[in-house]
């Protein structure tokens, strides 16, 4: 079994900046593809960010030029810096992952960030 833990959400005024965190319990290695998703209250869950094993990453267009996605293979944890934050990034943030060859995804706990305007 995988456990992911995220870390790093809180309350920040709009223009401030937040990193969160997803430490994994095993060797992100195992993984083919990690995701950070957001869930707006009344809204479903959207993917935000990917990064592969490969370090291939991709944003949806909304966070573009603003947030990055990270990994420290090393200390199996992914990042997610975000900066130039605006009330519309408010909801939580999950930290999702692949397991190479299979058809498993793993979920974490989520972490709230609200932004105030």
């Known amino acids: 079994q995988v456990q992911l833990v995220e870390s790093g959400g809180g309350l920040v005024q709009a223009g401030g900046s937040l990193r969160l965190s997803c430490a994994a319990s095993r060797s992100i290695f195992r993984f083919s593809a990690m995701y950070w998703f957001r869930q707006a209250p009344g809204k479903q869950r959207d993917m935000v960010a990917v990064i592969t094993s490969g370090g291939v990453t991709n944003y949806v267009d909304s966070v573009k030029g603003r947030f990055t996605i990270s990994r420290d293979n090393a200390e199996n944890t992914i990042y997610l810096q975000m900066n130039s934050l605006k009330p519309e990034d408010t909801a939580v943030y999950y930290c999702?992952?692949?397991?190479?060859?299979?058809?498993?995804?793993?979920w974490g706990q989520g972490t709230q960030v609200t932004v105030s305007s």
């Open positions: 999702s992952a692949h397991l190479l060859g299979t058809a498993q995804n793993y």
